[in-house]
């Protein structure tokens, strides 16, 4: 397997991940108090419009060439260190 591909696995491998972990913390914020939940989805919202760049960063590697899939791998790797900074940050902040 081409290192390109490994990688774009291994990418889609940890956006399922997160996106199950999303879901848990949706599921976490129904249980809370009005002024809490807003607080919650709030976050969740800001973790799905990351997981959307993230998922968009991951379609363009797919598109890239062979050659070109190098010069994208700083703006993936970079949306996806923000992605799951903020989600052990919101996953912290549910406890």
């Known amino acids: 397997m081409s290192m390109k591909k490994e990688y774009e696995r291994k990418l889609q491998a ?5 996106s199950a972990e999303i879901d848990k913390l949706k599921a976490q914020a129904e249980g809370e ?10 976050q969740i919202e800001s973790l799905k ?4 760049e993230a998922n968009e ?10 050659d070109a899939w190098e010069d994208l791998k700083a703006g993936v790797d970079n949306a996806w260190d923000s992605l799951g900074n903020a989600l052990t940050s919101a996953k912290s902040r549910f406890k």
């Open 33 to 42: 108090k009005a002024d809490k939940k807003i607080e919650y989805y709030e």
């Open 57 to 66: 960063k991951l379609t363009e590697l797919q598109n890239a060439s062979d």
């Open 14 to 18: 940890q956006l399922d991940e997160w």
């Open 49 to 52: 419009s990351m997981q959307s």
